[in-house]
């Protein structure tokens, strides 16, 4: 393909826009991030990036805590609305009809509407030009028991998770396949082995079948109707000496 050259710019995408709640279940306060991810599995660590002059990134910054919720396409107006207006100005949760409720290891309020929230407590900030990043340990995540099967898998598929991509927003669609499954050997299907048994043995059939049919048509070859080997032998001894 052919592809024009721009200069550098933030245009990674898909990216998840995270509902990031802070403040305490008294004064709770939302602001919606994109800058997020998982960057450590043991411990589990992520981040967020937030502009310094966000009315929650002095909230998260005196507090070192702040909760990651998932955000379904069902959410997207709240996410857009958490994402564009201050805290400062509204209660972002009243406006929205979210609910906070409280956190288990932390202070930071969860959103009860998310499917699931992360709880976080920041370990380090890092200034890094527009923004700040926030590295922080995963201390609890809450998962919504109806996206739990009866095994205990989890199925975040069924919630209908969005995406943000250069300023708009989709639902997460169709899977496509799952991790390690280009390496992953397909399993034998039942019965092959007793399948490929059966043909090896109707081919030894044939075979059996083929080489008496050519031994048949040998022994008629040599000996025509009416020319058996025993006719043949009774002829000899009937026929005159000629000499």
């Given at each position: 393909?052919?592809?024009?050259?721009?200069?550098?710019?933030?245009l990674l995408?898909?990216l998840?826009?995270?509902m990031?709640?802070c403040?305490?279940?008294?004064?709770?306060?939302?602001?919606?991030v994109?800058?997020?991810g998982?960057?450590?599995?043991?411990?589990?660590?992520?981040?967020?990036s937030?502009r310094?002059?966000?009315?929650?990134y002095?909230?998260?910054?005196?507090?070192?805590?702040?909760?990651?919720?998932?955000?379904?396409?069902?959410?997207?107006?709240?996410?857009?609305?958490?994402?564009v207006?201050?805290?400062?100005?509204?209660?972002?949760?009243?406006?929205?009809?979210?609910?906070?409720?409280?956190?288990?290891e932390i202070?930071a309020p969860?959103?009860?509407?998310?499917?699931?929230?992360?709880?976080?407590?920041?370990?380090?900030?890092?200034p890094?030009?527009?923004?700040?990043?926030?590295?922080?340990?995963?201390?609890?995540?809450?998962?919504?028991?109806?996206?739990i099967?009866?095994e205990?898998?989890?199925h975040l598929?069924?919630?209908?998770?969005?995406?943000?991509?250069?300023?708009?927003?989709?639902q997460?669609?169709?899977?496509?396949?799952?991790?390690g499954?280009?390496?992953?050997k397909?399993?034998k299907?039942?019965?092959?082995k007793h399948?490929?048994?059966?043909?090896v043995e109707s081919?030894k059939?044939?075979d059996?079948?083929?080489t008496n049919?050519?031994?048949h048509?040998?022994?008629r070859n040599?000996y025509?109707v009416g020319?058996?080997r025993?006719?043949?032998r009774q002829r000899a001894?009937?026929?005159?000496d000629n000499?």
């Amino acid at each position: 393909m052919k592809k024009t050259k721009w200069k550098g710019g933030a245009l990674l995408a898909p990216l998840p826009p995270v509902m990031v709640s802070c403040g305490t279940p008294e004064h709770p306060n939302v602001l919606t991030v994109a800058w997020t991810g998982i960057i450590n599995t043991i411990p589990p660590k992520t981040y967020i990036s937030v502009r310094p002059s966000r009315y929650s990134y002095s909230i998260i910054k005196d507090s070192g805590e702040f909760v990651i919720n998932l955000a379904t396409s069902d959410l997207i107006r709240a996410v857009d609305f958490c994402g564009v207006r201050s805290g400062a100005q509204v209660d972002k949760f009243k406006e929205m009809q979210l609910t906070p409720i409280p956190s288990s290891e932390i202070t930071a309020p969860m959103i009860d509407e998310c499917p699931l929230s992360m709880e976080c407590k920041v370990t380090q900030i890092i200034p890094l030009g527009s923004h700040d990043m926030f590295l922080a340990e995963i201390l609890a995540v809450h998962v919504d028991e109806a996206l739990i099967d009866t095994e205990g898998k989890l199925h975040l598929d069924r919630c209908k998770l969005s995406a943000f991509a250069h300023g708009e927003y989709f639902q997460l669609g169709e899977k496509i396949g799952t991790f390690g499954f280009s390496v992953r050997k397909k399993p034998k299907k039942k019965g092959t082995k007793h399948k490929t048994q059966s043909i090896v043995e109707s081919g030894k059939k044939t075979d059996h079948k083929k080489t008496n049919q050519q031994s048949h048509d040998t022994h008629r070859n040599l000996y025509p109707v009416g020319n058996t080997r025993k006719n043949l032998r009774q002829r000899a001894r009937n026929k005159p000496d000629n000499h």
